[in-house]
């Protein structure tokens, strides 16, 4: 069963970068969409980027200007660049794959941001 496998995140300061990578373990095809979701403690989880088959990206009204998501075909493998990162960002970040119709997610990666 194909796995997906997720890095980068970590402790910044306030204004710092982090980037998340979320790595698939084998080819993946049928692809309707990919996203990032972040959880934060007490808070329900929410999605915060989204790139569609077609490459168009969506993002929440919160980190728009700051977060960037993108795909590598070839490397199986989405991202998530943070830049200009805030306290209010930390959470568990987790990534999401629709696979035909289908949400696959990661196991989630703890993004902290310092004052």
């Known amino acids: 069963q194909v796995q997906f496998l997720e890095s980068g995140g970590g402790l910044v300061q306030a204004g710092g970068t982090l980037r998340l990578s979320c790595a698939a373990s084998e080819r993946i095809f049928m692809i309707n969409a990919m996203a990032w979701y972040r959880q934060a403690p007490g808070k329900q989880r929410e999605r915060v980027a989204l790139?569609?088959?077609?490459?168009?990206?969506y993002y929440a009204d919160s980190v728009k200007g700051r977060f960037t998501i993108s795909r590598d075909n070839g490397k199986n493998t989405m991202y998530l660049q943070m830049n200009s990162l805030k306290p209010e960002d930390t959470a568990v970040y987790y990534c999401k794959w629709i696979i035909a119709g289908i949400d696959y997610w990661g196991q989630g990666t703890q993004v902290t941001v310092s004052s």
């Open positions: 790139i569609t088959d077609s490459g168009s990206t």
